[in-house]
């Protein structure tokens, strides 16, 4: 076994040094009507290295221009990646050569040559077929699938009910413990978490009511 990679034990911003990956596919309703007719949307996961921290988009195919969408959303919130690594499946090799294609033209124009005179993104790809290379990102895969079975099972969401649900995922996933944020304070009960790291404090979500008492034929659907 090899040596880590640099980029998980050096610190650094949050999603400079990220993995990719899908999982799905999922289905989702484009209305919510009795007869509205279903379709099918896939989760693209991103990881970071330093922080363990994910973000999570949902895109409507696998298409190379539904990855780069996606990208656009985590350059959006997170900055812009250095280096993304990810497995050589068709969707991200097309990704990386119209990423490259982008790249080129943006370097043509002077106004925006400054922008990226620190350097583009580089995307790499893992050799094929070596399971230890993409346990980062494989476990988080897990994670949001269970979630998912856990919050809706078999029942299908609209795209707009879907993009909330994973938003309260990312939270949740964001929210686990790393490590005690004070070593020197044994009084100190708060935990380290990816969420603490992005926002500089806990990430917080709105008390829900508790459904266990409650039969599954009295729930509102």
Known sequence: MGNRLSSRVTPSRPFTHCGIDY???????????????????????????????IHLELVVDYTSDAIIGAL???????????????????TFQGADCKLREHFKMVNRDPNVCNYFAAGGLFWKMIPPQPPHFVGLWEARVKSTKNHLRFSVGDK??????????????????????????????PDNFVPLTPGYILTGSPILSLPEPSYLDVEDGRLDS
């Open 156 to 185: 299908k969401l609209t795209f707009k009910e879907l993009t909330m649900l994973l938003c309260q995922i990312e939270a949740c996933l964001n929210s686990r413990s790393i490590n005690a944020e004070s070593d020197s304070d």
């Open 23 to 53: 999982a799905g596919p999922v289905d989702f309703l484009r209305f919510r009507e009795r007869k509205s007719s279903s379709w099918l949307a896939c989760i693209s996961i991103f990881v970071c290295f330093a922080t363990r921290a």
């Open 72 to 90: 656009k959303c985590l350059i959006g919130s997170g900055g812009l990646p250095k280096t993304i690594y990810s497995d050589n499946g068709t």
